[in-house]
């Protein structure tokens, strides 16, 4: 596999930024997994990693660190790339959304401004399958890649003060969902009823970065449904293996 | 327990924070200003991360229904136990329906009430501190209780330490944060040379500085965050992230604040003063 250059700076006391070529690519995400497992391997406690699109935040919550002895341990780790053979779970979700117009409150203006009906707008939207590069903003929230360019629109001119928890939304070349209630400027399209973030888990996220989405419309009966699946913890959505 | 019989402007419970979660958006919250957080647990001869109140500007009225031991620190507000004044660092033998209340804030913004052995809400993934969606509640109301362990007696080694407190400091040393090569000579000189100030959009999540500094039109990818990051938007705005902060962001991070700094940040009120100097 490739492995890609790169660029290690400080960020703050405990802190480091890695970052790989400024680019949006699941063959540079794969790296940075791959990179991530490598350094776990090292077993040192009190490293956390966060991925966002091409770079991954390490920090070190025990105790401040050397730039440089930090710096020396990961280029270590990112020449050990090459010949490491990882295998990671990865998972293809399929997450259900509601295209209702009491949830899709932008749905039909979206559709309009994209010049296509509101059925095409929901047939793209669904039939495509879009890579978790990163989880963040708000406990839960998915930085989804891969949105059509036919789907491609500018944020609300004027932000909203409160988005509803589950609304799925479309913005610039992204599309994602609000893992809770919040300000928002996205145009949004649909709702979820998944919980997407859930601090009683085990697993407060079931969704990885590296794991793949896909969007299944479905009816209001079946949302309520869901939702109330949900609520009393017996619903999963449905989940297939990657690199099976 | 611990009961809040008014709870003044945000009153909230904070440890140390919750780590460990980064990846999934979880800030790590935790107390505003660990450094008067440790100064109270270090008199109780606590844990560092044992749970705290957290008092923003206007203290609580505090009622309590067992014998324990507390401690004051951080912001100096004028308080009472029974209507006898009570000093910050100094340990202090509280009795059944003892009550604490708050007067006039003095000096800083966020004042501490520490307890004998930390206050014992639930933890959540691995943390007292409340913050929505990972707690419930997002802050302590009028009528809520918290609980803490009884202690009848204890003989601190320290019954009270003259401290110096740290947040008549303005100066804010910053780092070199992973954008800061995108600053212009203009900008460097302007940061660099002139006051500025927090402007009222202020809280656990983020202080945005008064004055605006040149633009900028540099668009990146979303990439990490941390508490004391500084982010410079398109507009010139400098907002400095806090412990409640979002893990990621899209702005360029053009400095990182020492932790020390971020302590001395968390005292300061809107349109206090400062300048930033370059570690």
Redesign the interface.
Known sequence: MNTYPINIKPFGERAVLVEWPNKVSESILANILDFMDVFKELNIEGWEMSVAYNSLTMVYNQDHIDFEETKAMILDCHAKLDDSKIQRKQHLWTIPVCYDLEFGIDIEETAKTLNLSVGELIEQHTSHEYVVYGIGFLPGFMYLGGLPSSLEIPRRAEPRLRVTKGSVGLAGKQTGIYPQDSPGGWNIIGNCPVQLFNPKDKSPCFVKVGDKIRFESISKAEYNLHKIEGEVGIYKPEKVDLNA | MLKVLKSGFYLTIQDLGR????????PISGAMDIASVKKANMLLENEENDAVLEITMTGPTLLFDAPTFICLSGAHILATLNNQPIDNHQVIKVDKGDILSYGRLERGFRGYLAIKGGFQNDK??GSRSQF????KTARLKDGDEVKYKETKSFKPILSEVKIEDHFEKDTLIV????EFDLLSDTQLTEIFTKTYSLSKENNRMAYQIAELIKGHEHSM??????P??VQLTPAGRMIILMKDG????GYP?IF????DSINVLAQKKSGESFRFKLS
């Open positions: 780590f460990g979660y980064r990846d999934i958006g979880v959540v993934l929505v969606p990972v707690t780092f070199k944060g992973p990818l979303t990439s990490g965050t941390l004391g990051t979002q893990t990621t962001g991070r990182q604040l020492s932790e």
